[in-house]
């Protein structure tokens, strides 16, 4: 059975930093692509960040960009989302999609409040 877990959200402060992980099961997870999409509050689930099967192959919203990083390790079946400089409006469910499957993790809670 393929699944997705991320793990890694919790409460921050502006201006912090936090890592989400996704690890995956029950696929070929090196050849695969991931993405991350954040679904705010009462609003549409938004891409935020993807990563190929080449690890230097990434794209990033605009809003990602210059703070975020995906990575992978494929040794672990993991893929990470490196998030600084966090603002109130990174508020949300953070989830990792495997690309061109219908593969959905559960997602983690991110919240940034003073």
């Known amino acids: 059975q393929c699944r997705l877990v991320e793990s890694g959200g919790g409460s921050v402060q502006p201006g912090d930093s936090l890592r989400l992980s996704c690890v995956g099961a029950?696929?070929?997870?090196?050849?695969?692509?991931f993405s991350w999409y954040h679904q705010a509050p009462g609003k549409e689930r938004k891409h935020v960040a993807t990563?190929?099967?080449?690890?230097?192959?990434?794209e990033y919203s605009d809003s990602a960009k210059g703070r975020f990083t995906i990575s992978r390790n494929n040794r672990e079946n993991t893929v990470y989302l490196q998030m600084t400089n966090l603002k109130p409006e990174d508020t949300g469910v953070y989830y990792c999609?495997?690309?061109?499957?219908?593969?959905w993790g559960q997602g983690t809670q991110v919240t940034v409040s003073s």
């Open positions: 999609h495997r690309m061109n499957y219908a593969t």
């Open positions: 990563i190929y099967s080449t690890p230097t192959l990434t």
């Open positions: 029950g696929f070929p997870f090196s050849g695969a692509a």
